[in-house]
Nanobody
Framework: QVQLVESGGGLVQAGGSLRLSCAASGRTFSSYAMGWFRQAPGKERECVAAAGRSGVLTYYSDSVKGRFTISRDDAKTTVYLQMNSLKPEDTAVYYC???????????????????WGQGTQVTVSS
């Protein structure tokens, strides 16, 4: 069983930055692919960033490319999402997820993830 706990959400003005953290339990964190998803009211959940094992290979959705950065610290069993130049349309609940049967490739599809965090609210005011 893997537990994921997100932190770092909050209220920020447009153009500002936030860094989300996701602390994972488990001794084999380095073998997981990790992802960040978000879901806004009335919208489908979308993968905004993902990193494969080792974090060398990453994925970003077009909506966040160039503004968000995913990184992982395997020693701390934590994955981060640095969010810069935030826009009101980035407002959503953000979830981290872990895929335990993973390769070096980032995992983009939600059903391929085995564990999910509880979510953290990010609100960007205009």
């Amino acid at each position: 069983q893997v537990q994921l706990v997100e932190s770092g959400g909050g209220l920020v003005q447009a153009g500002g930055s936030l860094r989300l953290s996701c602390a994972a339990s488990g001794r084999t964190f380095s073998s997981y692919a990790m992802g960040w998803f978000r879901q806004a009211p009335g919208k489908e959940r979308e993968c905004v960033a993902a990193a494969g094992r080792s974090g060398v290979l990453t994925y970003y959705s077009d909506s966040v490319k160039g503004r968000f950065t995913i990184s992982r610290d395997d020693a701390k069993t934590t994955v981060y999402l640095q969010m810069n130049s935030l826009k009101p349309e980035d407002t959503a609940v953000y979830y981290c997820a872990a895929a335990t049967r993973a390769s070096l490739r980032p995992v983009v599809s939600g059903p391929e993830y085995d564990y999910w965090g509880q979510g953290t609210q990010v609100t960007v005011s205009s």
